[in-house]
């Protein structure tokens, strides 16, 4: 492997928080039909047609690396998607449909939205961060915290995209706390640079405006690195890819390679004081299980009732009812049930001691424990259980197409996520969809010549 000479190098030996610079990969404007149409949602909320519908909009679309094959009529998978993936990055390097920026740079990053929906001019932001490689530190570390689990199989897939292509594609998703204070120095950089002339600016089709800005100047890197050295970050977006990383870093030190880009990792960094993220909730649905069946099942674990409403007002009396504790909506669109008030018991039974109350009262953790695991007898792992992010219509829909139901839950609070993290515990998988997530594309990272 041929590293670039600009692989970031540790501002410091601890394990503080750190974002270095690198030298990033960008779409050429002129090569391609539009910003906007070269970049995607995250691969992980990439649903049914959405591939196909990228590709058709401008066939270099950053889905051809992040989810190589799909959309096609024979879909490779592994090794062989993979080196895919590693082709077209190498072939759009080559023919300048990627560029790589000449200095090393940390990104200033904006999302924002239209300022008003009556047609008011000006744009309303709704987050900024720093898109940089984030050094990787040791499990137990602090400054970095995970706070969902993972599962197997997608950490090995993510890692062998990272390795076959000597690349991070897309960003991970975290955020820090500058405090009651006011902004921290980094927060405050990124907010002057807002007022400069952005390197690339994209609106894309949910009508989000993107905007990025390089920090080259080594004073800029050092004001950042100052600010983040003491802090610390939670994952609020791209656990598996996280683990990947960390995965691809004890390879490479158990060949013997030493120190090197696997050292870092790409991610977006965002003040949470200054710009609080939305959290929302991800659902699931149980193939094959009828709603009717579902509730029976949950009896001896729940209260509960059927709901004649449609499904904006169940949902709604769904959040009035967590605000109680946890509850889910049993639906698939024609008959639906309102699980609450989990019995003690049966609670009690089913939750692993080895976990704080904390962790033991999330719905999240009552979810899995009582009603799949327990009241249903289920894995919550595919094929069994489908994860389904986004709205609760999306899980509603798959439901009635697998002939199943969706379980559809309220979001976890902030602090609790928080707070199960700093204790050193992981939320059960896919528990928080937190928001507005990076778009994938603008920025990539390579870290070998192909």
């Known amino acids: 492997m041929q590293t670039l000479p600009s692989d970031p190098q540790p501002a410091h030996g601890g394990s503080g928080l750190e974002l270095a610079p690198f030298r990033g990969v960008r779409y050429a404007a002129d090569r ?18 959405t591939v196909e519908r990228l590709l058709e909009a401008e066939p270099h679309n950053v889905v051809r690396l992040i989810l190589p094959g799909a959309g096609s009529a024979q879909s490779p998978r592994g090794e062989q998607a993979s080196r895919l993936a590693a082709r077209d990055l190498c072939d759009w390097l080559d023919s300048g449909v990627l560029m790589r920026d000449p200095r090393p740079a940390l990104y200033a990053y904006e999302q924002s939205l239209p300022a008003g929906g009556d047609g008011t001019p000006g744009w309303q932001v709704v987050q900024r961060g720093l898109v940089g490689a984030l050094r990787l ?6 400054s970095v915290l995970p706070h969902e689990d993972v599962m197997p199989g997608p950490v090995a897939g993510r890692r062998e995209l990272m390795e076959t292509t000597q690349a991070n594609l897309e960003p991970i998703f975290l955020l820090y706390d500058s405090g009651d204070g006011g902004p921290g ?32 100047d080594p004073a800029e890197h050092g004001l950042v690195a100052s600010d983040l050295a ?32 696997w050292d870092f990792g790409l991610a977006f960094l965002v003040d949470s004081a200054a710009y609080p993220p ?18 029976e099942m949950a009896k001896g674990a729940f ?39 989990p019995h003690p018991d049966r609670l009690a039974e089913a939750m692993p001691p080895d976990h704080s109350a904390r962790w033991r009262s999330l719905g999240a953790s009552v979810l899995r424990e009582l009603l799949i695991k327990g009241a249903w007898g289920l894995p919550d792992a595919d094929p069994e259980v489908v994860v389904v992010p986004g709205d609760a219509v999306a899980a509603v829909e798959a439901a009635r197409e697998a002939g199943g139901t969706a379980v559809i839950g309220n979001p976890e609070s902030a602090a609790d996520v ?22 994938t594309g603008l920025v990539l990272r390579t870290f070998a010549a192909c």
């Open 32 to 49: 391609v039909s539009g910003i906007a149409n070269v970049t995607s949602p995250p691969y992980d909320v990439i649903g049914p047609g």
């Open 137 to 142: 530190v040791p499990a137990d570390a602090p």
């Open 185 to 216: 120095g980094a927060t405050r950089l990124v907010d002057e640079v807002a007022a400069r002339e952005p390197l690339l600016s994209a609106v894309t089709d949910d009508g989000t405006r993107h905007r990025i800005w390089a920090l080259t």
């Open 230 to 261: 003491a802090r610390s970050a939670l994952i609020a977006d791209g656990h598996h890819r996280y683990a990947a990383y960390r995965q691809m870093q004890d390879r490479a030190r158990e060949a013997g390679r030493g120190g090197g880009p």
């Open 278 to 295: 939305r959290i929302g909730a991800i659902h699931r649905v149980i193939p094959a299980l009828t709603p009717a069946r579902a509730a």
């Open 303 to 341: 209260g509960v009732r059927p709901v004649p409403e449609g499904l904006d007002d169940a949902v709604r009396m769904l959040a009035r009812a967590g605000q109680h504790g946890p509850a889910f909506l049993l639906t698939d669109g024609a008959e639906q049930y309102l699980l609450t008030d």
């Open 418 to 439: 928080r707070a199960v993290a700093e204790n050193g515990e992981r939320m059960p998988r896919k528990s928080t969809s937190f928001g507005p997530k990076p778009r």
